[in-house]
């Protein structure tokens, strides 16, 4: 089917910056939105940011002129450009996509979720 993969989490020094990347694989049709989302221990999960398939973009106000998102569509993947960070950044980030994806000639859309990625921001 399909699969989300993260990666390019790590600790860091506040001020610091870092890029998480999300790799969609499998019978991609079409990938219509794409969501990074964050939890911290003890918190709820939180999005963070959002990119449609037409490029709009919107975040949170936490993070909003520290983040940006960003994709590749040759490369089914998106990006989450990150910095400026703070220590109350610290989560693990997680990659959620709204996927329109094909199994022989019938086609589907589904909610698809990463296994999510450590960010550790450190004082």
């Known amino acids: 089917q399909v699969q989300l993969v993260e990666s390019g989490g790590g600790l860091v020094q506040a001020g610091g910056s870092l890029r998480l990347s999300c790799a969609a694989s499998?019978?991609?049709?079409?990938?219509?939105?794409t969501a990074w989302h964050r939890q911290a221990p003890g918190k709820q999960r939180e999005l963070v940011a959002v990119?449609?398939?037409?490029?709009?973009?919107n975040y949170a106000d936490s993070v909003r002129g520290r983040f940006t998102i960003s994709r590749d569509n040759a490369k089914n993947t998106v990006y989450l450009r990150m910095n400026s960070l703070k220590p109350e950044d610290t989560a693990v980030y997680y990659c959620?996509?709204?996927?329109?994806?094909?199994?022989?000639?019938?086609?589907?859309?589904?909610?698809?979720w990463g296994q999510g990625t450590q960010v550790t921001v450190s004082s």
């Open positions: 990119i449609t398939s037409t490029d709009s973009t």
């Open positions: 499998g019978n991609i049709f079409s990938i219509n939105a």
């Open positions: 959620n996509a709204d996927i329109t994806y094909y199994i022989g000639s019938y086609y589907h859309t589904s909610d698809f």
